[in-house]
């Protein structure tokens, strides 16, 4: 009986962490996305999102060329990073919920709204 009650915190803790992990490893993958209101070049692209060791990177294809991202970060479902698009610093927030994406791009130039979807193979 001890050692199933001294194990339960240790369960709990697991159980705590699993869904954070699950969540994030969700977001792997290529994800086609569009950008309301921005120059042609910038308006429709794919980001690709993968694990380098245990950090995230992630790059965008766009019209433009390849861009990689900068200060990568992943919190559950949800990943951030800036990106230099045209010598302004863009900071972006990306939600991500099955196959689906919403978010934020916010320059100088104000806020652009995001979405997209998940790229089939």
């Not at 240790?10 to 209101?37: H, K, M, N, R």
């Not at 995230?56 to 230099?84: C, P, Q, W």
Request: hydrophobic letters at 40%.
């Amino acid at each position: 009986m001890r050692k199933i009650i001294s194990t339960i915190p240790l369960l709990l803790a697991l159980w705590a962490f699993i869904p954070c992990s699950i969540q994030a490893a969700d977001i792997i993958g290529t994800w086609v996305y569009e950008v309301s209101d921005t120059p042609p070049e910038y308006a429709q692209g794919e980001i690709t999102i993968s694990m380098d060791g245990e950090e995230y990177v992630a790059e965008i294809k766009t019209a433009g060329g390849m861009i990689k991202l900068d200060r990568v970060e992943v919190d559950g479902h949800i990943l951030s990073f800036n990106v230099m698009i045209d010598g302004s610093d863009v900071s972006v927030k990306m939600t991500f919920e099955g196959d689906t994406m919403t978010g934020k791009a916010e320059s100088y130039d104000g806020v652009f709204l995001m979405k997209g979807e998940r790229k089939e193979n």
